[in-house]
Structure formats: C-alpha cells, structure tokens
C-alpha cells in the first residue's frame, strides 16, 4: 500500500474529490488541460514515459492473450461438441470442408482441430473456421474430389486421420490422408492405387502412429476385408442397442420393432455364414435358441416374415447344418398358413402368429401381386425338406391362378389382387417396381428351383420380359440410357423405382441358363442406368426413384423429385452388380460396387455402430440421416457386396443354388430323373 507520507517518488493526482460530480465532457476537458499545465516538466516527462512504456508492453502481450481467449472459446465449442456427439447430435463442425490449393499440402492446412487437434493445433488458428461454401458438382460422377471432408455431423468421430511419412524407397512426400475405418481408404490426388485381386491397394498408416509421424507400411485396400469391416460395425450398433429386436435406430442408439422377432438377427444370420464371421454367428444362433419365440400374439406381414425369416432360418439350416433353424423355419412356416385361408386361396397380407388367424389391411381386401406370388421359393423348400406337401400346395394354387387370370398385359400384371374373388383389382397400370417387381423374379427362380421342369413358370417369364420391352423400356434422350418406365392407362411414366435395379441380375441369371442372350444385352444397358442412378448423385447414392429425361433439350438423363430422394440401403443395385461380374467377370461392376460402398461408408455409417437410412442423396452436406438400419442391409446388401468382391465363385454357387428376393440362398432341387 502507498502512504501519502512517502515523498520519494513522484506523486501524481489527476483528479480530486470533486471530479466525480463533473457537468460535462468539455469542462471535463478543459480541466485535464489545466492541471496539465499546472505539472513541472519532470513531471510530464515522467507521465508520458509511463503511458509509452504501458503502451509497448500492451502491444506486446496481446497475441498471448488472445490466444489464451481463442484457446477458451475454443475448449469450451469442442466440449459442447463432445456431449452433442455423444448424444448423436453434433452440428456441422465449421470448417469440415477443406480447401485443397494447388502446392499446398492439403491436408495439414485444412483439416479443422476438431478432427485432428494434436497434429493441427500449433499450425492453425484455433477458432473454427465457417464451413466452406461449395458449389454442387457439375458432372456426373460419384463426388471423387468431393469426399475430403463431405462428412455428416453424426460422423465426424468415425474419422481417423493418417498420416504418411516419406516413402522409404525415397519418394513421396509427407501426406495426410483422411481415411474410414478399415472400409475405404481416401486417395489422395496423385496417389496412384494399384489393382489386387479384390480391389485397389493404397498407402495408409494406422491412426496410432500417425502421431509420432513414423514410416509405416501401408495395408492394400482389400474389398473384401472392407466389406467384413462394414458388416462388424453395423452388428456392432446392432449388439449394442438392438439386440434381439428387430431394426436398429443407430442415431437415437435404440431399436424399432415391427414384427418383435429379432428381424435383423434372423436376417444377417447366413451373412455371417458366408461372410465367415464366426463368433457372430454362433452368438446370434444362441439367441435364436433360447430367445426366439413365435408364439407371439402379434400381427406379421405374409411376403416380409416368409423371405425373411423363413427364408433365413431355411438357408441358414442349408448353410450350417444346423437343425435348429430348420425346427425354427418349420415352427413359422406353419404359423403362417393361416393367411391361405380366403375364399380365393389368395392369402391375405398379414397373420397373427400367435392366434393363428389372418386378415387383410384395414382398409382393402385386396392383397399385392408382388407379395402373394414371392413366397413360393420358400414354401416350396419347406415341404421339399419336412415332405409335408401342403406348404408347396398352397402356394402353387396362387401362382396357377395368377397364370391363368385376365387382365395381364403381354405377360406384365397389374398390382393388386382381391383374396375373395381372386382377381387382379386396380387394372391398368404396370411395373417392375413396387409391388409387383418380384413376381417376375419368381417365376424364374422357381423354374431354376424345380430343375426347369416347371415350363409354365418359363413361358410366363419370357413373355413378361417381351412384354416389358414392348411397352416399358425406353431411352433418355440425352445420353441414351435405358430404363424401365411404368404404364398408367396406357400412358407411360419415364419413372424407375431403385427396386428395379433387381432386372439385370435376373436377366443375367436367365441369360446364363440358356434364355436368349438378348435378355443379356438388356442387362449390361439397365445395369448401366442403376449405375448412373448412383453415379449422377451428389453422395454417390441412388434416390429411391429416378425420373428420366425423354426431352433433348434439357442436358440431365436422371431428375429426382423431392419426395424420392431417401435412400434405405436397398441391396438391389449391389445384387445385380454381383449377378453381372459372376457371369462377364467384368472388373467394372466391382468397381462400381465399391464406389457404393464407399458411399455407403461415407454418408449412412454411424459412428457409434450401425448405418442409417439417409433422406437426401442429392446433398452432402446434409443427408438427413432417418436413424433406421433395415434389416436387409445386413441380410441383402453386404451379402451381395461380399460375393461381388470375393474370388471364391464356388462361394454359394449360382449353379447350385438361388437366391431369394431377400438374398437367401436355397439349394437348385437335385434333379430325380
Ligand atoms: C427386400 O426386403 C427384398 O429385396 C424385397 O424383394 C424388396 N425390398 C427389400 C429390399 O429393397
């Protein structure tokens, strides 16, 4: 404390009692100057000595200061960030977009600390930058040089950053590279990537090491490790937060139920069959024998519960051996005959399990083509295996009066059928898409099922393939390519739904059995347009229906409308992709495959486990995740991916073997005669 005693230094008083109660800023002004004037010389010196030392010494603390305030500001964003990602609610980080400028390398410039706070932190400002503003791409094409740092909010996390050290055989220069878990690796522009049996090698270090910037080796790019690393994450989320029920919501980290009967589970077991996933495997079959139960009273849908459950649990026995899923399967299979009970013998939609009785919607009694005629591979098995032929009769009364009954046009039927009269209801208006798309499928798998006896089943195939080239197929006018439309009273819709996109694989399946290599030639075409469907998109994902442009004078081939562009992770693009490499061996349809899953990895995965349904493949910046894993993401889409990738043909032959509309394989009867 000063005393006022004290003279050995210079006392100074600006102001006195009285000040406090000043009038106005001039008088206030005109007594500074006075008592100013009133100072010794020594005195002013001193002062304005002071207030320059003050000044320099201001100027130079003040980058200390801020960045200890930048540093405040910043903590404090990145633990709301922490908590907002640990409830799956993370904003758009600012500055997830990097720049990349030609000579500068661009990883360490602009990958914000959010992402990799150790390695970035001394070289960058610490407040995050705005997101970058982008421009939709103008060309066609999975957005390649778009996937640096097109990432959802909810997956920021998943990101690991990788970085590369100069090659030791004198090369490269130091690069960062951003790369997805084991499931796709980022290349960088230059980095040339070296084709393997499964797919393209690149150059990676583990995360872990990235730190201390070691030289590492670099892991190829296996896809097919990559499609069992997709498989483990999703079963991951599954595991923990949906265990035993039927759907993930891996956003909201809970489950959706719809039938209450393990449907993923039952679903993805012969995946993990297949995929070798054996610990899985065995884990899923333990539940499935002490937790799986039908004597529910629960209302289920006949075509969803027969190609998914029946149709898992009957390929997983096949697969396994296993006879507790051909007990399981024989246990639904009966529990669903109830539906078969109408006075037409065209069963109704839905069935309770439990009571053993069946209905159809609220509001119709009208069931759907595709539903009532896509159940027979299944049924089928099922007598062949217990040799209980009333499974298989019932469902061939359905395909018999689907054959004989009018209002077909050159083979295509229409989309409803009423369980009283059994007559088609709603005439008019035709496709391969909902609700009719695997009738078509059917009546060849069936032929193949039987041994190709069944010459009905082939006569109505072929003449629905003639029928969809005479009044469904048509070309966009810029670019030529081919889609399957759909005829509403006579006038012809240029829309495709994705679940179309199964064709070319059937086709190429009828093709490698011997029906007309034309069907071929439409194949490859189709296959291409379900190609572009994703290709053409901003997140490299198809929208759930495609319009197509018949006019010349606008440039696009693919619109989408609003209301379509969610994408549920349908398989039926995958599932074709793998039909046409088994039979061309063409590298393109992996590599197309591949693309989808990158995509896949890139905007539907989510970082605690699981992949998510998203509402808009058209914006990267916002997929608008539907926190919802279907169930036949795991059972179809990955199953398929797999066997596109993998070098192993005699992995469920397609000779021995077919599949059913969920990606069930069920064995080619052995021929009696
Ligand atoms: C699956 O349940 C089956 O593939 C079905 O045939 C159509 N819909 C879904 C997948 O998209």
């Known amino acids: 404390m000063y005393s006022p005693q004290r003279k050995d230094f210079v006392s100074l008083t600006l102001g006195d009692q009285h000040s406090r109660s000043y009038t106005n800023g001039k008088h206030r002004r005109q007594s500074c100057w006075r008592k100013w004037k009133q100072l010794s010389r020594l005195q002013r010196s001193l ?102 740092g097109n990432v959802s909010d909810w ?49 990676v270090a583990d995360a872990g090491e990235a730190a201390d910037l070691k030289t590492v080796t670099v892991k190829p790019v296996d896809r097919v490790e990559a499609v069992l690393e997709a498989f483990r994450h999703a079963w991951k989320g599954y595991k923990a937060f949906a265990w035993g029920h039927d759907e993930l919501k891996p956003i909201s980290k809970t489950h959706g139920e719809w039938f209450g009967l393990g449907l993923t589970l039952i679903d993805a077991l012969d995946t993990m069959w297949i995929l070798g996933l054996k610990d899985e495997f065995a884990e ?111 469902v061939e009364e359905v395909t018999r009066q689907v054959h004989r009954l009018e209002g077909k046009r050159d083979g295509l039927v229409p989309m409803f059928i009423n369980t009283n009269s059994g007559k088609f209801t709603r005439r008019g208006a035709f496709t391969l898409g909902a609700r009719a798309d695997s009738y078509y499928e059917y009546l060849l798998k069936q032929w193949l099922q039987g041994g190709k006896k069944e010459t009905e089943l082939l006569e109505d195939y072929l003449q629905a393939i003639e029928g969809v080239k005479k009044n469904l197929l048509k070309q966009t006018s810029p670019s030529k390519l081919t889609f399957v439309g759909e005829l509403s009273n006579g006038r012809l819709n240029p829309k495709m739904d994705h679940l179309v996109c199964f064709l070319p694989g059937t086709l190429a399946l009828g093709a490698h059995n011997g029906l007309p290599a034309d069907h071929m030639d439409l ?20 929208p759930e229906i495609a319009h197509f442009n018949l006019q010349s004078n606008n440039g696009r081939d693919i619109d989408v409308k609003p209301a379509d562009r969610h994408n549920l992770l349908r398989p039926e693009t995958v599932e074709s992709l793998f039909y046409m490499y088994r039979f061309t061996k063409d590298s393109k349809y992996r590599d197309w495959g591949w693309d989808i899953l990158q995509s896949f990895n890139k905007y539907t995965r989510v970082p605690s486990g699981g992949y998510t349904s998203i509402g808009n493949v058209r914006d990267p910046m916002n997929s608008a995740p539907r926190d919802k894993m279907e169930s036949f993401f795991l059972g179809e889409t990955l199953k398929y991916l797999f066997l596109l990738f993998s070098d192993d043909i005699e992995l469920v032959s397609l000779d021995k073997y077919v599949f059913n509309t969920e990606a069930h394989p069920l064995p080619i009867w052995p021929s009696t005669s």
């Open 523 to 542: 194949a490859v075409q189709l296959m291409e347009t379900c190609h572009q469907m994703y290709a053409q998109m901003e997140t490299g994902l198809s």
């Open 155 to 203: 997956q920021v996390k998943d990101r690991e950053e990788v970085t590369l050290k100069k090659d030791e055989d004198g090369g490269k220069e130091a690069k960062t590279v951003i790369s997805w878990r084991g499931a796709m690796i980022e290349a960088e522009q230059g980095t040339e990537l070296q084709s393997t049996a499964h797919g393209r090698e690149g150059t």
């Open 284 to 394: 899923a079959r333990k539940w499935v024998e002490t937790d799986l139960s039908f004597s529910k009273n629960v209302d289920v849908n006949l075509f969803e519960s027969t190609i998914r459950i029946l149709g898992g649990l009957l390929s997983t026995y096949h697969l396994s051996g296993d006879a507790l899923f051909l007990d399981k399967a024989k246990d639904i299979g009966f529990r669903l005959m109830p539906a078969f009970k109408t006075p037409s013998k065209i069963p109704y939609s839905d069935v309770n399990i439990g009571k053993g009785t069946a209905h159809p919607p609220r509001w119709t009694t009208d069931s759907t083509v595709a539903e009532v005629t896509s159940i027979q591979l299944e049924f089928r098995e099922l007598s062949r295996l217990t040799q209980d032929p009333q499974y298989q009769n019932a």
């Open 47 to 148: 002062i304005l000595f002071l207030l320059a030392f003050l000044f320099i010494c201001g100027i130079l603390s003040y980058p200390s200061l801020t960045e200890q305030w930048r540093g405040l500001s910043d903590r404090s964003l990145k633990e709301d960030w922490n908590e907002m990602d640990n409830r799956g609610l993370r904003p758009i980080p600012p500055g997830l977009v990097p720049k990349i400028s030609p000579g500068v390398d661009p990883g360490v410039q602009d990958i914000p600390p959010e992402v990799m706070p150790e390695i970035q932190k001394p070289s960058i400002p610490l407040l995050p930058k705005p997101p970058a503003i982008r421009k939709p791409p103008s060309k066609r094409g999975p957005p390649v040089l778009q996937k640096r």
